[in-house]
């Protein structure tokens, strides 16, 4: 075909990509039309003129899609066509990439994105939910199809995370990855630590501030940042996309005195993803640690999202930007639309869905060292039963703190050496059934950074 040739092998086959004519524009519909959506709109005709420069060619929106055709999305809207239904808008004639900002795992998102890849359309989303379970089927659509399917806007924001590990670090074996990736979590900790407010106070304020839903459990417990540890994960390691293999836990048991004693011992508390080979499987675990204040994890701040990666011959790489929000997605989304323009279309995990091994779950976690708050007895005696406890699991006290008591119970605050969760938990098992515990145990792991 005249003004057409073929792209070089990126992954041990031959991806023909349809459509890649860099004399004519890549036209593209927007389904879903909400604060991201129309931040790429907006970006779009703020920044045309030089996105076209740097896509070598023309990239225009043609179509759109959303619930209410009369909403005043601040943007305007009368040049595309408008379609009511997403499925049609993906299989439009007249479209060669489809960008889906709608939201949710299944549903209109899910049939609209397979009617495009299935119509040989490339894809960019911003739906890690729905990638997070359905990817692999979604990579091997689009392959076969001879499209992309492309997701950095799903995963940390504006942080250019996904591109790393497919580009700039292909050369290395990635040992570890490992960040913060929900700026909601990340926002109310700090402020809980910086105000002394606790948890419920600071989150309604993260309401009113818009950086919380009003049904806020899918960022507090922990779900939204797995599903993206879940896609970087699969990215780095080249697995298939297990979400259901990450160990989850969320931020809502995290009270002050954990805040201010991890900071007495020079740790901050964040809510940390963490994806790594351990000798039996692929570990994937989203919940709260303690990492050093001084790190770089230690001293973020606010709604920022922040990822490291580890690789063989790299070494550690830091991350860190926005992790939210119409701007910073909204960057995200056309950073992928000027790689499909350019006619950059590589598999969507970095590798071929057919060479992405099934992600055996590592049990029961590598080993490491954590802090322990109990609330005992204030007896003779007590600290002697809690160290036997420990000791039969072969546990050891790195250091021990006690605070302030009231004359019946006292805090007591340990940190042990490394040891593996199993042993840990045997050990709290028994701590919370002997008569001097007064509370259940809380054990947070601390991360090496």
């Known amino acids: 075909m005249h003004g057409q040739r073929k792209p070089p092998n990126r992954a041990g086959k ?42 070598g060619r023309a990239v225009e929106i043609v179509a759109v899609s959303a619930r209410s055709r009369s909403k005043d999305r601040g943007v305007d809207l009368a040049a595309f066509g408008w379609e009511d239904d997403p499925v049609a808008l993906a299989r439009r004639d007249d479209v060669d990439l489809l960008i889906e900002v709608m939201g ?50 799903g995963v940390a924001g504006g942080i250019p995370i996904v591109k790393a590990l497919t580009e700039g670090l292909a050369g290395n074996k990635i040992t570890r990855v490992m960040g913060v990736m929900n700026g909601t979590c990340n926002y109310i900790l700090t402020t809980m630590e910086a105000t002394g407010a606790d948890y419920l106070d600071v989150l309604r304020d993260a309401q009113a501030l818009g950086y919380a839903e009003a049904d806020p459990a899918f960022d507090v417990g922990g779900t939204d940042a797995a599903h993206k540890l879940a896609l970087l994960a699969a990215t780095a390691f080249g697995t298939q996309v297990s979400f259901d293999a990450v160990v989850t836990q969320g931020i ?81 989304i056309l950073g992928d639309v000027v790689d499909v323009a350019r006619g950059l279309v590589i598999p969507a995990f970095g590798q071929p869905s057919s060479a992405l091994l099934p992600a055996k779950a590592a049990s029961p976690g590598s080993e490491g060292a954590f802090y322990l708050r109990l609330e005992l007895e204030d007896a003779p005696g007590t600290l002697a039963r809690v160290a036997e406890a420990l000791a039969e699991q072969s546990v050891s006290i790195d250091r021990m703190r006690q605070y302030s008591h009231n004359g019946k119970t006292a805090p007591v605050l340990i ?8 042993r840990l938990q045997s050990a709290l098992d028994t701590i919370a059934a002997l008569s001097v515990s007064h509370a259940p145990p809380v054990a947070l792991r601390i991360e090496d950074v």
């Open 14 to 55: 031959n991806f023909a990509i349809r459509g890649w004519n860099m004399t004519q524009p890549l036209r593209i519909a927007i389904a879903g039309l909400g604060t991201v959506g129309a931040g790429v709109v907006k970006m779009l005709q703020t920044h045309g003129t030089m996105i076209n420069s740097r896509a």
């Open 104 to 153: 949710g795992e299944d549903g209109p998102a899910k049939a609209c994105v397979e009617a495009a890849l299935s119509s040989g359309k490339h894809v960019v989303t911003a739906n890690k939910a729905m990638l997070a379970h359905h990817g692999q089927a979604m990579a091997a659509l689009a392959e076969a199809n001879g499209v992309a399917l492309r997701f950095e806007a």
């Open 252 to 332: 809502e048991q995290i009270s002050l005195p954990d805040i201010h004693a991890a900071r007495d011992m020079g740790y901050r508390i964040k809510l940390l993803g963490v994806a790594q080979r351990n000798q039996d499987g692929l570990e994937q675990r989203m919940q709260p640690c303690l990492v050093p204040s001084d790190s770089p994890l230690g001293m973020l701040e606010g709604v920022t999202n922040m990822v490291l990666i580890e690789g063989d011959f790299i070494g550690q790489t830091v991350y860190q930007g926005p992790g939210a929000g119409e701007g910073p997605t909204a960057s995200a």
């Open 415 to 422: 940190v042990t050496h490394k040891t593996s969760p199993a």
